[in-house]
């Protein structure tokens, strides 16, 4: 027995998951498995439909999540095509994301091997992991302030001054336990004179702390921090930059080239691999500045020459000088 599927529509459901054709044979199983070249055969068939075996269109259909009728039709609107995908379990994750994480998750694929989609259904397991192990790493920590605590204390004798300091130390420690057994990741649950003593949550938290001490520990030389511009989000996640080095390398700090790969215009699989390698740098800048839309660019050179022709008219000397003197122009 036969199945109709539709080329657009199969396309449309392996685009909406950002699967290849190899991925998509690759999620098929079992006897429902379907082969790279009858998904090529079938996107490709210039005819209104694709005659396939009922078994083909199943594995297709469950692999996509989506129902063997639905691949029979053409792509339909977004209410339907959700309320089809959710007979099936899936839920739509809807957030607006900044360039630079947008251009991470395609880093991580590069690098890692790690499909998009595969990276946002394992999000949960990652944070989950990464916020047991930071728990873990406290743990340790208050273990030894704890131990260190106690051995000033049992030195004793004299005037006993430096016991206030051991005392400190032991009822911080039980704060920092109450923390963890409280699962507060942040930081947030400390009492007030800890802010006294000094601590500043817009520059640390024992979250990013453990984060950036991880990776160091790891080596992870992949993944850089910028300490000078604040919470990647408003709880206190570190701001980073996956591939730094990779893609300074791949646009050779060309702002042009690298708002291309930022903005969605370029992405790292569509560069051609003639164009690779240090000896086609200026050819590789030129093909990916030339993916941004002419309009677009014109735009951004016009803002970007806008914006440092004001900068030119400050006289940044002039204005710090003037700034120490008093009314009478003189220096205070």
């Known amino acids: 027995m036969t199945t109709k599927i539709h080329p657009a529509a199969l396309k449309y459901y392996r685009d909406e998951k950002r699967w290849t054709q190899e991925q998509l044979a690759d999620a098929t199983k079992g006897k429902n498995r379907v082969s790279l070249p009858t998904i090529k055969r079938i996107e490709s068939t210039k005819s209104a439909f694709y005659r396939a075996e009922g078994r083909t269109a199943e ?15 053409p792509p339909t609107n977004e209410a339907e095509r959700e309320a ?6 899936y839920r739509p994750l809807r957030a607006m994301l900044d360039a630079e994480t947008a251009l991470a998750f395609n880093m991580v694929q590069h690098i890692y091997g790690i499909p998009v989609h595969s990276q946002i259904v394992m999000a949960p397991l990652f944070a989950a992991l990464l916020a047991e192990g930071s728990l873990a790493w406290r743990r340790e920590r208050v273990a030894e302030i704890e131990e260190a605590a106690a ?17 400190r130390a032991e009822d911080g420690a039980h704060q920092e336990r109450q923390c963890i057994q409280n699962r ?22 024992p979250f990013a702390d453990f984060i950036r001490h991880f990776a160091a520990q790891v080596g992870a030389k992949t993944i850089s921090f910028d300490r000078d511009s604040g919470w990647k989000t408003s709880e206190g996640m ?43 740098a200026d050819e590789r800048i030129a093909w990916i500045v030339g993916r941004i839309p002419s309009e677009e ?3 951004r050179k016009a803002e970007m020459a806008e914006l440092l022709a004001f900068v030119g008219d400050l006289d940044v000397e002039t204005s710090t000088d003037a700034s120490d003197k008093g009314e009478d122009g003189h220096h205070a």
């Open 59 to 73: 594995g297709l259909a469950k692999a996509l999540g989506v129902t063997a009728d639905a691949l029979s039709k």
């Open 238 to 280: 570190p701001e980073y930059r996956i591939g730094a080095e990779f893609i300074s390398d791949l646009t050779g700090d060309d702002p042009d080239a690298e708002y291309a790969l930022l903005r969605g215009h370029v992405r790292l699989k569509d560069i051609p691999a003639n164009l690779l390698g240090d000896e086609h």
């Open 151 to 167: 051995r000033l204390m049992a030195l004793g004798g004299g005037h006993f001054a430096f016991a206030n300091s051991a005392y």
């Open 184 to 205: 507060d990741l942040f930081g947030k649950e400390i009492a007030d004179d800890v802010y006294d003593l000094g601590y500043d949550p817009s520059q640390n938290n």
């Open 297 to 299: 660019l014109e735009k």
């Open 84 to 89: 089809s995908l959710r007979k099936f379990g």
